[in-house]
Nanobody, 123 residues
Framework: QVQLVESGGGPVQAGGSLKLSCAAS??????MGWYRQAPGKERELVST???????NYADSVKGRFTISQDNDKNTLYLQMNSLKTEDTATYYC???????????????????WGQGTQVAVSS
């Protein structure tokens, strides 16, 4: 059974830092990532990382957020620095498996999801 459990969210002042974690179990994923959803807005991609370590970031977080993974612990991290009020959102861990033909899925409809962890950045 696949399980993704996020932790590390909470309140923080603008300019501060938080580190989110996502503990994965039940499968070895080829790609993992973070999405976020602010109140009244659609869920958006924050960052992804492949099992080979290739990373991808939304323009809004480049230079401030760093995604990483510990393959031994099957844990995903998101280090968030220089936080802004517009980073306030619920952050969701996502993970993807390979298709039977070996393709690593990347679309949200193919992802497994965690329950989310809230990040609240105050000015």
């Amino acid at each position: 059974q696949v399980q993704l459990v996020e932790s590390g969210g909470g309140p923080v002042q603008a300019g501060g830092s938080l580190k989110l974690s996502c503990a994965a179990s039940g499968y070895i994923f080829c790609r993992m990532g973070w999405y976020r959803q602010a109140p009244g807005k659609e869920r958006e991609l924050v960052s992804t990382i492949t099992s080979a370590g290739t990373t991808n970031y939304a323009d809004s977080v480049k230079g401030r957020f760093t995604i990483s993974q510990d393959n031994d612990k099957n844990t995903l991290y998101l280090q968030m620095n220089s936080l802004k009020t517009e980073d306030t959102a619920t952050y969701y861990c996502a993970a993807w498996r390979r298709s039977r033909l070996g393709y690593c899925y990347s679309s949200p409809d193919r992802a497994y999801w965690g329950q989310g962890t809230q990040v609240a950045v105050s000015s």
